[in-house]
């Protein structure tokens, strides 16, 4: 606590002091380089997880690989043979070796870009400009009590690729085999097929989507990992609102994307600056004639540490997130924000969603050590309950039909 929050006030108060902290955690410059500094500890199963978004179990493969290698020097060869096998390794690993010593050039590179892209208004990574003024308008009614769909229908209509994913995701063959809905031929009669709780819960989903085909093919596998991290995050929030009888599952929905809105504006940036990095690198070796460069600048992504790195800065995100969104209906920046009482049931809801969603993608690949699991369900107040609970869903199993009714006839 600093020395000036004892000195009395007797100013305009007209603004709570508490809305004034979270104003200011949401202007805070974003700095790859004092990333430490600007928010709080990052675990290091959280770490890990980082770690997986950006490369899968890289160890695995490479244990994989190697129990390949001695399978094929166990079997039964001639003298030569087991020569030639060991000479081929011991090529493989050389020309890997230099692979990667390519790959951690560029890896510098990208951290030096990282905090020149960082100051300049990272949120463009998570909207362009039109599509934040989109973004804006809608929210801003989003938790409305008195949203009618109509109200709904015009906060969207303006958004065209937004108003076009609600009319395909309605006429899809999956939805209508679900719902036996008839077709929609325009916004207005997807809306009302959808009402309020549908449209609120899948708006974020069609953001995440959207931003996910932007990417195209760079990092395709990161960023499949990171879409199934959002959905299975929204589906933790849901299990557990169904469990407590909540009435707002849809905002239980909207909120959960949201605690992952941080992840994809950092993972957007970190994959724009790293395309560009990869291509100036390209560039600059065919310049240089260098074919073995430029073959293995083609198979760079950033590594997992870089990733995690910029993870750092998740929290101070995410307020700035918030704040650009202008929720007026829904507290969001006070649920994510760590003080008070007054939120605690929704901030219990997506602390213990989000931490057991990258406990169970950490399982699945095998990267979940005892301890480190346990510190990060410890500090999301996980109860053994919800725990058991929640390991008992089959997350395969529910579509985001099967999800969106449960939402609609909440």
């Known amino acids: 606590m600093s020395f000036l929050d004892d000195i009395p006030f007797d100013g305009d108060t007209s603004t709570p002091i508490e809305e004034i902290k979270l104003k200011k955690k949401a202007h805070v410059q974003l700095s790859y380089r004092d990333r430490y ?6 675990t290091p199963a ?28 166990n079997r039964q060869l001639l003298e030569v043979e087991i020569e030639a096998l060991k000479k081929r390794q011991s090529d493989k690993n050389s020309q890997l070796e230099k692979v990667n ?10 951290e030096k870009q990282l905090d020149n892209t960082l100051n300049n208004y990272p949120l463009k990574y998570f909207a362009d400009s039109r599509d934040m003024g989109h973004f804006k308008r ?8 008195r949203l009618s769909v109509s109200g709904l229908e015009s906060a969207i209509t303006p958004c065209k690729w937004l108003a076009d ?14 719902f036996a809905n008839q077709e929609s031929k325009d916004l207005k009669q997807a809306t009302n097929f959808l009402n309020v709780k549908g449209i609120t819960a899948l708006i974020p989903v069609f953001l995440v989507e959207q931003k996910v085909a932007l990417q195209k093919d760079f990092l395709k596998q990161p960023w499949s990992r990171f879409r199934r991290f959002a959905y299975w995050t929204a589906l933790s929030a849901l299990f557990i609102g169904r469990r407590e009888k909540r009435n707002d599952l849809h ?15 950092l993972f957007s940036l970190l994959s724009s600056v790293a395309k560009d990095v990869q291509q100036d690198s390209i560039y600059a070796a065919s310049k240089r004639q260098s074919d073995f460069r430029v073959k293995a600048i083609e198979s760079y992504q950033p590594s997992g540490e870089i990733t995690a790195n910029l993870m750092q800065l998740i929290e101070p995100s995410l307020h ?5 969104l202008h929720f007026n209906y829904i507290p969001a920046a006070q649920i994510f924000d760590s003080q008070g009482d007054e939120h605690q049931a929704l901030r219990n809801i997506m602390s213990k969603a989000k931490a057991f969603t990258q406990y169970k993608m950490l399982s699945i690949a095998k990267m979940d050590e005892r301890e480190d699991i346990l510190e ?27 999800a969106l009714e449960w939402i609609r006839k909440a």
């Open 320 to 324: 700035k997130i918030i704040d650009a």
């Open 37 to 42: 500094s600007l928010s709080g500890r990052v």
């Open 251 to 265: 905002i239980v929905f909207l909120l959960a994307y949201l605690s992952v809105f941080a992840e994809l504006m």
């Open 101 to 110: 010593a390519v790959h951690r050039s560029i890896d510098l590179m990208l």
């Open 376 to 402: 990060l369900l410890k500090l999301a107040n996980m109860d053994n309950a919800t725990m058991q609970f929640l390991r008992a869903q089959d997350y395969n199993a529910v579509s985001i039909f099967h």
């Open 165 to 178: 994913k609600f009319v395909f995701f309605c006429n899809s063959s999956d939805c209508r085999s679900h």
């Open 138 to 145: 809608i929210f801003s009614v989003l938790g409305d009590d």
């Open 46 to 73: 959280q770490q890990t997880f980082y770690h997986y978004l950006a490369q899968g179990n890289l160890q695995a493969r490479l244990e994989k690989e190697q129990q390949a290698y001695q399978a094929e020097l």
